[in-house]
């Protein structure tokens, strides 16, 4: 059964909340946004690693159609990178050790920044 959890930018809020999956799972992590045609506003995946780490975090674009804006994030839910991932991509590794990482529309790039930290809310 998947989870999902609303996101929300603890200091500015967002004007819509996405609605993104909770990946925890090895097969949902693998499996990611790939071979999807689209992304809608609303939508995303949050990446959930064991611990902080560059390696574990890192994601890749192959067989993504779209842009994403993706978000590192450490144990405190703290932005520590961002970039917007380019389709078919083979590797983005954030530059500070990450626990989390946040893929939505390339809508929400410029409404959460490095040092800023996100809220979960259950949906």
Not at 3 to 19: E, G, K, M
Request: glycine share 4%; proline share 8%; hydrophobic share 45%.
């Amino acid at each position: 059964m998947s989870r999902y959890v609303f996101v929300q930018n603890a200091q500015r809020p967002f004007s819509i909340s996405p609605r993104v999956r909770y990946c925890d799972s090895f097969l949902c992590q693998l499996r990611g946004l790939m071979f999807r045609r689209s992304l809608d506003v609303e939508e995303g995946l949050l990446l959930v690693q064991p611990q902080d780490g560059r390696l574990a975090s890192a994601i890749h674009m192959l067989f993504v159609p779209f842009p994403l804006a993706v978000f590192w994030l450490d144990t405190q839910l703290r932005v520590v990178d961002k970039v917007l991932a380019q389709p078919w991509r083979p590797a983005y590794f954030p530059r500070q050790p990450a626990r989390y990482v946040l893929e939505l529309h390339p809508a929400y790039f410029l409404l959460l920044n490095a040092g800023e930290s996100i809220v979960l809310h259950d949906a």
